[in-house]
């Protein structure tokens, strides 16, 4: 029984711990139409409510990268559904001080009506998850080099809430590109 309680506070030890690690998101925006800019400041607050990222204006440290482009679906087209359908283009990339650049891990095209834009943008913070999921030991071997992982990088935007997305939201393709080798490359 004794043992049963030593691993129970040992394992709640390890997810207080883990909930101290935040991941930075830099996001980018390039959408010019209504609902793209809706999509876009509705993923950063949600970024920024989450428990699990910290929402950053720069590509200080190391984290991912958020490239959005959006062009509305209907301008010049259809003058009467114009603004009610954006396509959107992401990229994920991921940076960090020790990289020569950013590196590309996914991307993917969708389309956001007005009314999905909520939807939209947690199915996105879902992705974010998985995509800090495959790359955790390159996360972890970053936040060794750095030292403590709870600590606040220079010019980051503190944030703080609870973790947003749904378990079960169909997300962009969480597989890292074969176009760039991966963070764990030679």
Known sequence: MLSAVLVTVGVSRVFA???????????DCRCPDPVGQNFCSDF?????????????????GYGLGVHFTCVDMWKGINAEL?????????????????????????????????EAVPEMSRRIVTALGQLVSMNSSFF?????????????????????GASTGSAGS?????????????????
């Open 44 to 60: 950063k607050q949600q970024v920024g409510k989450s428990s699990a990222y910290r929402l950053v204006d720069n590509l200080n």
């Open 170 to 186: 169909a997300a962009p393709s969480a597989a890292p590109s074969a176009a760039a080798p991966g963070p764990g490359s030679p």
């Open 140 to 160: 972890e071997r970053l936040r060794g080099a750095n030292g403590n992982p709870s600590e606040e990088p220079a010019g980051s935007g503190e944030t703080s």
């Open 82 to 114: 114009a603004g009610h359908m954006s396509a959107v283009s992401v990229a994920f990339t991921l940076y960090s001080d020790t990289l020569p650049g950013e590196i590309f891990e996914d991307n993917s095209v969708f389309r956001v009506g007005v």
């Open 17 to 27: 711990e883990d909930a101290n690690v935040r991941t930075n998101v830099d996001v």
